[in-house]
């Protein structure tokens, strides 16, 4: 529950920014808070991105985390191998380094929104590294919006809604 709290504090700000385009609010299941709504694996989906290098140390095999359209919030199904790494991070085999995280956005937005959309994936995912026992001093976070997008459709927009995991 701890985890959820933060994680809607981190996204608050993100209802405050210019937005070009309608918001579509993020699927929920009743049950769960917002900010761990459940997401299924559809092309409407984003994709987190852990290094190479990074899922050998620590010996991460599905190194996939969703974000739905216009959306920063993690599902239920993305906190294990989340999990994972920070237990990596922690106390694991990369224990004491650092790490980068950059988030993205397709180009459907406002490119200032995107910016914002793009940062607001990197800080969910940092709140939620946080909270399992990372140092934030240890993880940098940026948003590089839409300037890397590449998707033409539906499945390939949702390559560009993701989160960069990447050592420093």
Known sequence: ???SVIVCVALSYLGCAE???????????KHEPASLA????????????????????CGITDAEA???FDSAQLGQQDL????????????GPL??????????ADPRGGSDYNMVLGGSRADTVKTFLV??????A???????????????????????????????
């Not at 937005?19 to 299941?29: G, I, N, R």
């Open 38 to 57: 459940t997401t299924d694996k559809s092309p409407q989906r984003g994709v987190i991105n852990i290094s190479e290098d990074i899922r050998k140390a």
């Open 80 to 91: 294990p191998v989340l999990g994972k790494l920070a237990t990596c991070f922690v106390s």
């Open 66 to 68: 969703y974000f739905s």
């Open 95 to 104: 224990a004491g380094h650092q790490m980068q995280l950059v988030g993205h």
């Open 19 to 29: 937005q070009s385009a309608p918001v579509k609010a993020a699927p929920t299941d």
């Open 1 to 3: 529950m701890k985890e």
């Open 138 to 168: 240890r993880i940098a976070t940026s948003s590089r919006g839409e300037l890397d997008a590449r998707g033409t459709d539906d499945r390939t927009w949702a390559e560009d809604r993701r989160v960069d995991v990447l050592a420093r």
């Open 131 to 136: 909270a399992r026992g990372l140092s934030g």
